[in-house]
């Protein structure tokens, strides 16, 4: 299953550029999984301004805020954001039951940009943030195609929600359905038809 889930967000995805962040939100086995890659170029980024602390790890769909890490003032630094998006969906806050930096991280909050203090510009960044036992929608995060925050060298953070697979498959059930129901009838109209005038 988690092979399907895979192949399906990679079909759905826009291949990644040298310097763009992705964040795939995809349901696997009840679970939802922010699934974080990419990098960034901070050239022309207006920062690193004075460090904030960075809270709980946390979503709020409803505020256009991802925190993947708590962190507190001096160990991030923050950049100002071109544009971002004001929400991704109309949820609360929501608190993931775990969080894996495999290099680097990246915080998202009132338009700006958090990574660790001292990033360099197209350094890794790789982590995961697990949500269990819940759905896309449930945490409320918004079907829309994709949101976007920008940087000023042009660079962007993509988050896009992919549905687990049995969403595609039950639509695809109710095509063929449908698809059923529509031959069945255009057979019993060809076979109910009075017979054609010699």
């Known amino acids: 299953m988690k092979i399907l889930t895979t192949a399906i967000a990679l079909a759905l995805?826009?291949?990644?550029?040298?310097?763009?962040?992705?964040?795939?939100?995809?349901?696997?086995?009840?679970?939802?999984?922010?699934?974080?890659?990419?990098?960034?170029?901070?050239?022309?980024a207006v920062g690193p301004n004075s460090t904030l602390t960075v809270g709980t790890p946390s979503i709020s769909p409803s505020n256009g805020n991802l925190q993947s890490v708590a962190s507190p003032s001096g160990d991030n630094d923050r950049y100002g954001l071109i544009s971002a998006p004001s929400d991704f969906g109309t949820g609360g806050l929501g608190v993931p039951d775990s969080v894996n930096v495999t290099t680097n991280w990246i915080s998202l909050r009132n338009g700006?940009?958090?990574?660790?203090?001292?990033?360099?510009?197209?350094?890794?960044?790789?982590?995961?943030?697990?949500?269990?036992?819940?759905?896309?929608?449930?945490?409320?995060?918004?079907?829309?195609?994709?949101?976007?925050?920008?940087?000023?060298?042009?660079?962007?953070?993509?988050?896009?929600?992919?549905?687990?697979?049995?969403?595609?498959?039950?639509?695809?059930?109710?095509?063929?359905?449908?698809?059923?129901?529509w031959r069945r009838r255009k057979q019993k109209k060809l076979t109910t038809a009075p017979p054609a005038a010699a």
């Open 112 to 181: 700006r940009l958090f990574v660790p203090a001292g990033y360099t510009s197209l350094s890794p960044i790789n982590f995961t943030m697990t949500f269990n036992d819940t759905t896309i929608s449930a945490l409320g995060i918004g079907n829309a195609t994709e949101y976007q925050w920008t940087l000023a060298s042009g660079d962007t953070i993509t988050l896009s929600a992919i549905p687990e697979p049995s969403t595609y498959i039950a639509g695809l059930g109710f095509l063929a359905m449908g698809f059923l129901v």
């Open 13 to 44: 995805t826009p291949l990644v550029s040298d310097a763009m962040v992705l964040i795939q939100v995809t349901e696997q086995s009840g679970d939802v999984i922010f699934n974080v890659n990419g990098t960034l170029d901070l050239t022309g």
